[in-house]
């Protein structure tokens, strides 16, 4: 009797499971009959037709498993019918509808080829309902989500032509708003993504012209098209040289946007194919760039490693290899200056000072900003006369200066090192000649 109960219920369980896979092949095909149909008929103009299919394809799009990026596909699509028959109210809860559904799935600092598109979908209803509040004027929920819209794609390294309508929006606000010197800083975005190549266009261009392309992309802010820029130029390198530097240029992106996870495993994969006898430059620039990545991700043990590692293999005496030991010495004077190793933090500041001397001379502005840097760590630690003369040596040196960079910043620490130090008749004069130097510039 058991054996037989368990046989009907296993048939019971077929059946049913027959049954659900058969229904939801049929509410597959309804909803895909209906979609295309849709689809067709804005083609065709019949707005009217497509709103009528895209509404039976959200009915069926509503059955799907949660997470199902049909649903949100069907709610943009209908929206898009709305706004043709311009019944926007009816589109902007159409877009609201797509926009919680996308933003439901999307995880910010999430990867895969499937976040990405969950974000995409996100940045393009941010958009539409962008566009809607502006022109109903509701101005401040039109510049969040505009805002919105931007940091998402971004963050998505979307195309240049969803990044072009959302700084097109931006720029049309601003003017709404009376701000029309941003309005034209957008224009000037506006123009230099249009100015760079198209992805598509690349096909024939040498490493060297993909590697320009890439960096102009990157420096214009466009980071969709540079990733995709660097990642062609990998592909087409032919020396490790050039495959470290593409490499690079993707960990370029990567840190801007704050995956610093990725930056490094990039850099590191990019250290791979460069030998310390042959590219030792390159390999510098690759432990400095994955020694600030480290840095900026709080991992300060890790940076001091990479930028004395990056020292390392540099020959200091030589020009280019001094500029790179530069690099790296502000790199271990910040990383130890966070961890509150004024000391360690001072020995490199001082290490980076001697560089530019060699380099540059003691006339050149730079000189005269490092030494105020080592100035000041020796007044954290209570250097006091070491303090006192860095400070005089960098007023001394920017007095000839007609536009000195580190003069104020002297002057400012020098008389607050003297109040602290009971010379306040001192600090009066200095606190004047600094009053003074202020309203000569201003």
């Given at each position: 009797?058991n054996?037989?109960?368990?046989?009907?219920?296993?048939?019971?369980?077929?059946?049913?499971?027959?049954?659900?896979?058969?229904?939801?092949h049929?509410?597959?095909?309804?909803?895909?009959?209906?979609?295309?149909?849709?689809?067709?008929?804005?083609?065709?103009?019949?707005?009217?037709t497509?709103e009528?299919?895209?509404?039976?394809?959200?009915?069926?799009a509503?059955?799907?498993?949660?997470g199902?990026?049909?649903?949100?596909?069907?709610?943009?699509?209908?929206?898009?019918?709305?706004?043709?028959?311009?019944?926007?109210?009816?589109?902007?809860?159409?877009?609201?509808?797509?926009?919680n559904?996308?933003?439901?799935?999307?995880?910010?600092?999430?990867?895969?080829?499937?976040?990405?598109?969950?974000?995409?979908?996100?940045?393009?209803?941010?958009?539409?309902?962008?566009?809607?509040a502006?022109?109903?004027?509701?101005?401040?929920?039109?510049?969040?989500?505009?805002?919105?819209a931007?940091?998402?794609?971004?963050?998505?390294?979307?195309?240049?032509?969803?990044?072009?309508?959302?700084?097109?929006?931006?720029s049309?606000?601003?003017?709404?708003?009376?701000?029309n010197?941003?309005?034209?800083?957008?224009?000037?975005q506006?123009?230099?993504?249009?100015?760079?190549?198209?992805?598509?266009?690349?096909?024939?261009?040498?490493?060297?012209?993909?590697?320009?392309?890439g960096?102009?992309?990157?420096?214009?802010?466009?980071?969709?098209?540079?990733?995709?820029?660097?990642?062609?130029?990998?592909?087409?390198?032919?020396?490790?040289?050039?495959?470290?530097?593409?490499?690079?240029?993707?960990?370029?992106?990567y840190?801007?946007?704050?995956?610093?996870?990725?930056?490094?495993?990039?850099?590191?994969?990019?250290?791979?194919?460069?030998?310390?006898?042959?590219?030792?430059?390159?390999?510098?620039?690759?432990l400095?760039?994955?020694?600030?990545?480290?840095?900026?991700?709080?991992?300060?043990?890790?940076?001091?490693?990479?930028?004395?590692?990056?020292?390392?293999?540099?020959?200091?005496?030589?020009?280019?290899?001094?500029?790179?030991?530069?690099?790296?010495?502000?790199?271990?004077t910040?990383?130890?200056?966070?961890?509150?190793?004024?000391?360690?933090?001072e020995?490199?500041?001082q290490?980076?000072?001697?560089?530019?001397?060699?380099?540059?001379?003691?006339e050149?502005?730079?000189?005269?900003?490092?030494?105020?840097?080592?100035?000041?760590?020796?007044?954290?630690?209570?250097?006091?006369?070491?303090?006192?003369?860095?400070?005089?040596?960098?007023?001394?040196?920017?007095?000839?200066?007609?536009s000195?960079?580190?003069?104020?910043?002297?002057?400012?620490?020098?008389?607050?090192?003297?109040?602290e130090?009971?010379k306040?008749?001192?600090?009066?004069?200095?606190e004047?000649?600094?009053k003074n130097?202020?309203?000569?510039?201003?």
């Amino acid at each position: 009797m058991n054996n037989r109960y368990g046989i009907l219920l296993l048939i019971a369980v077929c059946v049913t499971a027959y049954g659900c896979a058969k229904s939801e092949h049929v509410e597959d095909k309804t909803w895909k009959d209906n979609f295309d149909s849709g689809f067709s008929a804005m083609q065709s103009r019949d707005y009217a037709t497509a709103e009528t299919s895209y509404r039976d394809a959200l009915d069926s799009a509503k059955a799907f498993p949660k997470g199902d990026l049909r649903l949100a596909k069907t709610y943009d699509a209908l929206g898009e019918a709305y706004i043709a028959e311009n019944k926007i109210e009816d589109a902007k809860r159409a877009y609201t509808n797509g926009y919680n559904e996308y933003k439901s799935l999307w995880k910010a600092k999430g990867g895969g080829v499937d976040n990405r598109d969950y974000a995409l979908g996100l940045a393009s209803d941010a958009l539409h309902l962008a566009n809607i509040a502006c022109d109903a004027l509701r101005l401040d929920e039109a510049e969040h989500l505009f805002d919105e819209a931007l940091s998402v794609e971004e963050s998505a390294l979307g195309s240049d032509d969803l990044k072009g309508q959302i700084l097109e929006g931006k720029s049309k606000l601003y003017r709404l708003t009376g701000r029309n010197a941003e309005a034209e800083k957008i224009k000037q975005q506006i123009a230099e993504l249009k100015a760079l190549p198209s992805v598509d266009d690349t096909g024939n261009m040498t490493w060297k012209e993909l590697n320009v392309a890439g960096t102009e992309a990157f420096q214009a802010g466009n980071l969709a098209k540079a990733e995709k820029i660097f990642t062609a130029g990998i592909a087409r390198a032919k020396k490790p040289v050039q495959i470290a530097e593409s490499m690079r240029g993707l960990a370029r992106i990567y840190d801007q946007q704050k995956e610093f996870v990725k930056a490094i495993a990039k850099l590191e994969e990019a250290r791979r194919v460069l030998r310390a006898d042959e590219h030792r430059l390159e390999l510098a620039d690759n432990l400095n760039l994955t020694g600030f990545c480290y840095f900026r991700a709080k991992d300060y043990a890790n940076a001091e490693k990479m930028f004395l590692d990056s020292i390392k293999v540099l020959n200091l005496k030589q020009h280019n290899d001094a500029e790179r030991g530069k690099t790296a010495y502000e790199g271990l004077t910040q990383a130890y200056g966070e961890e509150g190793k004024d000391a360690e933090a001072e020995k490199y500041a001082q290490e980076k000072v001697a560089l530019t001397l060699q380099l540059y001379g003691k006339e050149d502005g730079r000189y005269a900003e490092d030494l105020l840097a080592v100035a000041t760590l020796q007044a954290k630690q209570k250097k006091i006369e070491e303090a006192t003369k860095g400070y005089l040596a960098v007023i001394a040196l920017e007095e000839s200066n007609p536009s000195p960079r580190c003069m104020l910043a002297a002057l400012d620490s020098y008389a607050k090192l003297l109040r602290e130090t009971n010379k306040p008749a001192l600090a009066d004069t200095i606190e004047l000649k600094a009053k003074n130097l202020r309203a000569e510039f201003e």
